[in-house]
């Protein structure tokens, strides 16, 4: 990074850390992306670049003025100041500024609209610092205004809620209103990007809570949840499934009550079919597959692996314990291996069986009585159950 940041100084050009990596440096958390912005244009920063010999790598950024160049085997994403002009509620048309707070006015969140020069100092217009150490989430001046420029920030108000803010609930009325005054912009952005944020907001803290007002902000519908979704269900489920890493669908899925629920999810979100698959299972077997009282609780789902034919039913079965809350058996579901079956066909011809029906019969008689043996018997064990018979 130094000999980039020397290029820029040696053109007088100034170049911060931006947005959302200075939030995250300053909360102590590793940021998933560092993102610069210069005053210097994509014109400007591409001679500069070049003449350096430093290579830029080809996006689709340039029109928004974000330039990727490629030091030391990492790309850094260095953007020109810029004030959006016009918006139509999901693309911006820019103008370039070489003001920090005329960029700055234009995010969407007090603590996403700080700038870290490379030396340190902190260049913060809108108390995002102050916001961030007192975990507040608030949109930077009017919500309104923010949110008419890109109506997916509804959502992203609700992802930073539940990863910053402490408890449920601390929310401005105004930011509340705001939201449901325009809840129905939504409606325009595509089902893929709001998944994206819909899955953050389903992985982090107060998840119930953050459902709950999606609905009464009248944000729901038009995000493909369900019109009388199950919030009891989720409030319950999301209390225990909280420090098992569940996926996001597991978590969603105690909204639904019927199967048109994931169907109609998927019409508007264009889920995945491993995850549209995952909300199926769980509708259908949340209430049926339990666990067995006595001592080998586990069994039912053991031997539900063992029967399916699929290869990922483990993973959904393991997603279904984490629904339900078995944190013990889900533990104890981690550990356990698939048992190979250990007897073959061979072995029964070297026993003398010779016709391959009889092999058949006696083959399917035998994984039963492994199947009830809970997997323990080993080979010879079983062999024997055969001679006795
Ligand atoms: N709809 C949006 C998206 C992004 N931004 C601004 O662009 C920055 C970078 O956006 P992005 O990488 O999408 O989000 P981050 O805040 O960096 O969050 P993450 O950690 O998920 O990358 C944000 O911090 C924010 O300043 C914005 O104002 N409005
Ligand atoms: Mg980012």
Redesign the pocket.
């Known amino acids: 990074m130094r000999a980039g940041r020397e290029l820029f100084e040696k053109k007088k050009y100034e170049l911060r850390i931006?947005?959302?990596?200075v939030?995250?440096l300053l909360s102590g958390t590793p940021?998933?992306?560092v993102?610069f912005a210069t005053t210097a244009t994509p014109e400007e920063m591409k001679e500069m670049f070049t003449s350096a010999g430093v290579r830029l790598i080809n996006n689709k950024g340039e029109k928004h003025g974000t330039i990727t160049a490629r030091l030391h085997e990492q790309n850094f994403e260095i953007t020109t100041l810029r004030i959006d002009i016009v918006t139509d509620g999901r693309h911006a048309e820019v103008e370039f500024t070489t003001d920090w707070e005329k960029d700055a006015e234009?995010?969407?969140?007090t603590v996403?609209?700080m700038f870290l020069g490379l030396d340190g100092t902190l260049y913060d217009f809108f108390n995002g610092y102050e916001d961030l150490k007192n975990k507040k989430i608030r949109f930077v001046g009017k919500p309104s205004a923010?949110i008419q420029?890109?109506y997916?920030?509804i959502l992203?108000y609700f992802r930073?809620y539940g990863r910053i803010a402490e408890k449920p609930g601390d929310h401005e009325s105004r930011t509340l209103q705001a939201i449901k005054d325009n809840a129905k912009g939504l409606a325009g952005i595509s089902g893929e990007r709001i998944w994206v944020e819909l899955k953050?907001i389903l992985l982090g803290n107060h998840v119930s809570h953050l459902v709950r007002l999606l609905y009464e902000l009248d944000v729901a519908q038009y995000i493909g949840l369900p019109v009388h979704g199950n919030l009891e269900e989720l409030d319950r489920v999301s209390k225990n499934i909280e420090d098992q890493c569940p996926k996001p669908m597991t978590v969603l899925t105690s909204l639904f009550k019927v199967k048109d629920d994931v169907t109609n999810l998927d019409l508007r979100l264009k889920i995945s079919k491993e995850e549209k698959n995952l909300g199926f299972f769980l509708l259908k077997h949340r209430d049926e597959l339990i666990k067995a009282t006595g001592p080998e609780p586990l069994k039912p789902y053991q031997d539900f692996i063992m029967d399916s034919r699929e290869a990922n039913t483990i993973s959904k079965v393991l997603e279904l314990l984490k629904y339900q809350g078995e944190e013990q058996l889900l533990k104890e579901m981690q550990q356990w291996t698939v048992p190979t079956f250990p007897v073959s066909g061979h072995d029964l011809r070297k026993m003398g069986i010779t016709c391959g029906k009889e092999i058949g019969a006696a083959l399917q008689q035998l994984r039963e009585e492994w199947k009830k043996s809970g997997y323990h018997m080993d080979k010879e064990e079983l062999l024997s159950c055969l001679k006795k018979a």
Request: aromatic share 4%.
């Open positions: 931006a947005g959302g990596a939030r995250d940021p998933q992306d993102d234009r995010r969407d969140l996403n609209s923010r420029e890109d997916l920030r992203r930073f953050k």
